[in-house]
């Protein structure tokens, strides 16, 4: 399915955070929001997936309204978020956190929620290798893999990632980028990545969406976005 926003506004008090954003995200592909800090990307993506309210507008997944939807209810629409901050319960396992990730589906379908945990195991081996340990003991790109992997174990249609790279080696955002442009291809997963490291996201990316002080800017190919020297000065600093 494809997700349509139309004329999305996004308040924090008397603060205008997302104004009136208008653009639509292809099935099967990766799209990058990209802009400054401030810019109102994670707030797009905390009001895509429920924990933020919008002013006004609307965000269509199929036939369903999602601002006027609840988390658990997007979430059972197959939509996940993986907010910024490797945000894992760091008194768990590894394998007690992905658990974790199924535990609505655990009743119904616990033959495929292990079977997803397997395949999270293979997409980061080193969540396999470290399955027993809890997630304090973790590295900060360990955790990020875990707070993706555990995401993924509902198996979404739909998988909003914000800041994947925040903070991170950059060799290990190398790899979490390449394991993320490979997950799309292998499984047709449409994929919403906010980063603030641009190039980063937009070379893995089909399709760039640049953010303004909570304007639209541009939605346009991902390469486009990268060859225009103006638009990347005006907007991303460099």
């Keep these: 399915m494809t997700l349509r926003v139309r004329g999305l506004t996004v308040d924090h008090g008397a603060i205008r955070a997302i104004s009136n954003a208008t653009f639509d995200?292809?099935?099967?592909?990766?799209?990058?929001?990209?802009?400054?800090n401030g810019a109102g990307k994670s707030t797009l993506l905390r009001t895509i997936s429920g924990l933020k309210r919008a002013s006004a507008g609307n965000i269509l997944w199929g036939e369903s309204h999602l601002e006027a939807l609840q988390t658990e209810q997007i979430v059972r629409r197959g939509i996940v978020h993986v907010p910024e901050g490797r945000s894992v319960v760091t008194e768990l396992t590894v394998a007690e956190n992905l658990l974790l990730g199924g535990l609505w589906r655990l009743r119904k379908d616990k033959r495929d929620v292990l079977a997803a945990i397997d395949e999270?195991?293979?997409?980061f081996p080193r969540l396999e290798e470290r399955k027993k340990q809890r997630a304090d003991t973790l590295s900060g790109g360990e955790r990020q893999m875990?707070?993706?992997g555990r995401g993924l174990i509902s198996r979404p249609q739909l998988l909003l990632l914000d800041e994947p790279s925040l903070g991170l080696a950059p060799l290990v955002v190398e790899q979490i980028f390449h394991t993320l442009a490979e997950l799309q291809k292998s499984t047709g997963m449409t994929i919403l990545l906010v980063e603030q490291n641009a190039m980063g996201a937009l070379r893995i990316a089909s399709q760039g969406i640049?953010?303004?002080?909570?304007k639209v800017v541009i939605a346009d190919n991902a390469q486009a976005i990268m060859?225009?020297?103006?638009l990347r000065h005006a907007y991303l600093g460099y």
Aim: hydrophobic share 55%.
């Design 25 to 36: 995200i292809p099935q099967g592909a990766i799209t990058a929001v990209i802009g400054a």
């Design 120 to 123: 999270v195991y293979q997409l």
């Design 146 to 148: 875990l707070a993706i």
């Design 210 to 214: 640049v953010l303004d002080q909570g």
């Design 227 to 230: 060859s225009d020297t103006a």
